[in-house]
């Protein structure tokens, strides 16, 4: 049974440029969030998907976007990069209309902006 | 004020001894409480949750809970060097989004 997965590792762009990370579910899972963990910080959360609809957003700037596919899976874009977006960018899935169901973390993509 | 509070530490205990971690949360109407461990370069990784008052215990491990005094902790009986790491403690809102603490890292030392 795979866990969260998350694509890719690491990263390395330039400011201003724009990225693309992507994540798939756990298996049985229907709900996909997306969280930034600055260095030494705890992680901070961007947004979530359901039904391919973002269904609540946290304080990031539009520069930050989603998408949520049939399949369940999930990217994040983010535009316009700045140096303060290179963080841990973390996907983490749960199912929605299940009581007690705890977020499981992917590995996270580690994004560098320079 | 932050939402969510935690000693940043570092906090060192000896091999063995009981690690005692804790946690302020500002939302009285929150209901459920995690706690994460994350190692180093690693993502954070699932303890416990608790949704009642009381104690709860898990193992080595034993989170309470107290919405009285918006607070919760956890403790880590008979800690081993492999616990040394950063414990996030983590709030659940209405849409079941996280508010995380800061984290405290602690070291077990051997």
């Known amino acids: 049974d795979a866990g969260v997965t998350q694509s890719p590792t690491h990263l390395i762009k330039t400011r201003g440029q724009q990225v693309t990370l992507r994540c798939s579910p756990k298996?049985?899972?229907?709900?996909v969030s997306w969280y930034q963990q600055a260095l030494g910080q705890g992680p901070q959360f961007i947004f979530q998907y359901y039904e391919e609809e973002e269904r609540q957003r946290g304080n990031f700037p539009d520069r930050f976007s989603g998408h949520q596919f049939p399949n369940y899976s999930s990217e994040l874009n983010v535009n316009a990069l700045l140096l303060g977006d290179s963080a841990l960018y973390l996907c983490?899935?749960?199912?929605?209309?299940?009581?007690?169901?705890?977020?499981?973390f992917g590995n996270g993509t580690r994004l560098t902006v320079t | 004020q932050k939402e969510v509070e935690q000693n940043s530490g570092p906090l060192s205990v000896p091999e063995g001894a009981i690690a005692s971690l804790n946690c302020t949360y500002s939302?009285?109407?929150?209901?459920?409480f995690f706690w994460y461990r994350q190692y180093s370069g690693k993502s954070p990784e699932l303890i416990m949750f608790?949704?009642?008052?009381g104690d709860k215990e898990d193992g080595r491990f034993t989170a309470q809970l107290n919405k009285a005094s918006q607070y919760v902790s956890l403790l880590i009986r008979d800690s081993q060097p492999s616990d040394s790491a950063t414990y996030l403690c983590?709030?659940?809102?209405?849409?079941?989004?996280?508010?995380f603490g800061s984290g405290t890292q602690l070291t077990v030392l051997p």
């Open positions: 983490a899935s749960s199912f929605r209309d299940r009581g007690n169901s705890p977020l499981h």
């Open positions: 608790i949704y009642s008052n």
């Open positions: 298996s049985g899972h229907d709900t």
């Open positions: 983590a709030v659940e809102g209405s849409a079941r989004q996280l508010t």
């Open positions: 939302d009285r109407g929150s209901q459920s």
